[in-house]
């Protein structure tokens, strides 16, 4: 099946099984390798992207699904080479060693902070839980989400 | 890790979907269960009907009292809808812990209700709130109470040519005062126990548990004391007596406790 997604503002387009699994299409087809595939059963939240906006797990949608809709991935946070708040909290705090589920997290974060600008830390842990990280730990995702949100609360 | 090939068909429309239906045919709604059957191929449909597109069957209304939600809802519409916050607050109290954010936001409340996993919240709130689902196929209509429709775990009273199409609350279970409790070892995890709480206008009360077995169990002795004015831990205790295990047992009898006193408040 032909499908036509845009990813960051811009059109992808490509040939697809209706069993291709949307993060393998972002992956393999658009060739943006930020997003990242874990257990694909949707526990793991590495392969987390914004659907209009709001934050989903791509290896539980099918890229048909995605066909004419918008997404955006982690290389969409920082189109000019800057990095997003979150991105520079994460690296000033800690908040990953390995980084593989950093994406996930970041997305998944993002969406959270635009409807939430005010969360207080109880509601930035609930908003986290749906990402897991296996190497650093969780206080220093904690404090860079913290310090990101009230960065960008200005 | 790939789901085994399948051929995919997208409705637009409740009458486009019903012929699709059958034996071999799995619907696709939020794909927040169906989707991990498929990748792990514990499910192997031929036919992935996808249900998506079928906008008639996205809504939450209320009709002369009563609240009808299109299966097709996402949890996360649930979750924000002001009716459902301000007149039927047990299932927004339900609906937060369904998951988390992310699964929400894909997840709808017919594929909760048809998936009938034993830990879901939804079901558990639904059936406290004398819920009805509307079922449709191509041969007609009808609809079930949660008695008729939860059979066992994974399993509904639905034939394979039916489609949910939508849940019903009566207008008595509107303006209730009601309670919703689990333990979950993280937020967003399933549950391993839990219980919702309602007392109603009228002086009656419900009472079911989740976790007991393998459907929403509604605690009738339970219920019949509250509504004859039994204290919150007395009837939480009576609600538990049967559960299996030590630990599941004190945890029902712990969160049925903190649902009736949430609901008596």
């Known amino acids: 099946m032909r499908i036509g997604v845009e990813i960051n503002g811009r059109p992808y387009e490509g040939e697809v099984e ?50 004419g809709r918008s997404l955006r991935t982690v290389e969409g946070l920082a189109p000019d080479g800057e990095l997003h708040p979150l991105q520079r909290a994460f690296h000033e705090a800690h908040a990953l060693q390995c980084g593989f589920c950093t994406p996930g997290f970041l997305m998944s974060i993002e969406a959270f902070l635009r409807e939430h600008p005010d969360a207080g830390e109880e509601q930035l842990r609930e908003a986290l839980a749906g990402n897991l990280c296996r190497c650093t730990g969780y206080l220093g995702i904690v404090e860079a989400v913290e310090r990101a949100a009230r960065e960008m609360r200005g | 890790m790939k789901p085994a090939p399948f051929d995919y068909r997208a409705a637009a429309s409740v009458d486009e979907t019903l012929p699709l239906l059958g034996l071999d045919s799995a619907v696709l709604a939020g794909g927040q269960s169906l989707v991990p059957l498929l990748n792990l191929r514990l499910a192997r449909p031929e036919l992935v009907v996808d249900i998506n597109g079928v906008t008639e069957l996205d809504y939450v209304r209320e009709d002369d009292g009563a609240l009808r939600i299109g299966a097709m809802t996402r949890q996360v519409a649930l979750e924000r809808s002001e009716l459902v916050s301000e007149r039927w607050p047990l299932l927004h109290k339900a609906v937060e812990l369904v998951g988390h954010p992310q699964i929400r936001a894909r997840g709808t409340v017919g594929g909760s209700v048809v998936h009938a996993d034993p830990a879901a919240e939804l079901p558990v709130a639904l059936t406290a709130l004398g819920a009805r689902f509307h ?13 008729e429709w939860f059979k066992g775990a994974l399993y509904t009273a639905r034939e ?69 004015g039994a204290a919150p831990r007395e009837a939480a205790a009576l609600a538990a007596r049967d559960v299996a295990g030590d630990h599941r047992r004190a945890l029902c009898a712990e969160l049925a406790r903190r649902a009736i006193e949430e609901a008596t408040a």
Do not use: W, Y
């Open chain 2, 160 to 228: 394979p040519q039916e489609l949910l199409v939508e849940i019903e609350l009566p207008a008595e279970s509107a303006d209730a005062r009601s309670g919703f409790a689990e333990h979950a070892r993280t937020h967003g995890d399933f549950a391993t126990a839990g219980a919702a709480a309602v007392r109603f206008r009228d002086g009656g009360a419900a009472l079911v548990l989740l976790g007991a077995g393998d459907v929403p169990a509604r605690a009738e002795a339970a219920e019949r004391a509250l509504a004859g």
């Open chain 2, 135 to 147: 079922l449709r196929s191509a041969d007609g209509a009808r609809a079930l109470g949660a008695a």
């Open chain 1, 18 to 67: 209706p069993r291709t699994l949307l993060s393998d299409f972002i992956r393999h087809d658009a060739g943006l390798t930020g997003t990242k595939v874990g257990c694909e059963q949707g526990v793991c939240g590495a392969c987390t992207v914004q659907l209009d906006g709001e934050a989903v797990r791509s290896c539980l949608m099918l890229a048909v699904q995605a066909n």
